[in-house]
């Protein structure tokens, strides 16, 4: 019986010194370093088992730390394309500002241009039917000068009014 005991007691003794030391102890770095990785330290890993279960585990965790680190560069990196795409944007949207405010400005012009230049043309028709029938000759020069001045103007107005013709040229869409 007492040998059976020693048996017995020497078999706990030994397996728990086995389980400890194969079992748990891994388990324990196992565990510390899956905690490390959850906090952002992605450079631990899981040393190699010595079991087949526990180096089959530790491959698992440190290819899924592999996979997480890559997935955390790749998100990096779509974050700075957003940031440069958002920028982009931002621009393009205040260029279209300004050309809108500048396609206003030049519709405002065309309207201006056209409610002076009617009145304009009656001027200067009255001014040469006064010439034709014999008006200060020098004062007629005068409102014709200052009338062409005012069509000038009113003619540059519109030209700025009208659409451009932008040189045509290959895009990369």
């Given at each position: 019986i007492v040998l059976v005991v020693v048996d017995i007691l020497i078999f706990v003794v030994?397996?728990?010194?086995l389980v400890k030391r194969?079992?748990?102890?891994p388990l324990d770095e196992t565990v510390a370093v899956a905690e490390a990785?959850?906090?952002g330290d992605y450079e631990r890993r899981v040393p190699e088992?010595?079991?087949?279960?526990?180096a089959g585990l530790s491959r698992s965790l440190n290819r899924l730390t592999d996979e997480l680190l890559h997935k955390q560069e790749?998100?990096?990196?779509?974050?700075?394309?957003?940031?440069?795409?958002?920028r982009i944007l931002n621009e393009?949207?205040?260029?279209l500002i300004q050309v809108e405010k500048m396609a206003s400005i030049g519709r405002l012009g065309a309207g201006i241009a056209h409610e002076i230049g009617n009145p304009l043309g009656a001027l200067l028709?009255?001014?040469?039917?006064?010439?034709?029938?014999?008006?200060?000759?020098a004062l007629l020069d005068g409102i014709e000068r200052e009338a062409r001045r005012i069509d000038q103007i009113v003619r540059g107005l519109l030209d700025y009014a009208r659409p451009g013709n932008a040189p045509r040229e290959i895009v990369d869409v």
């Open positions: 030994l397996g728990n010194h194969l079992v748990l102890r990785n959850a906090q088992g010595r079991t087949r279960e526990m790749r998100l990096a990196e779509n974050i700075r394309s957003l940031d440069e795409t958002n393009t949207q205040r260029e028709g009255y001014a040469s039917v006064l010439r034709r029938r014999g008006g200060d000759t």
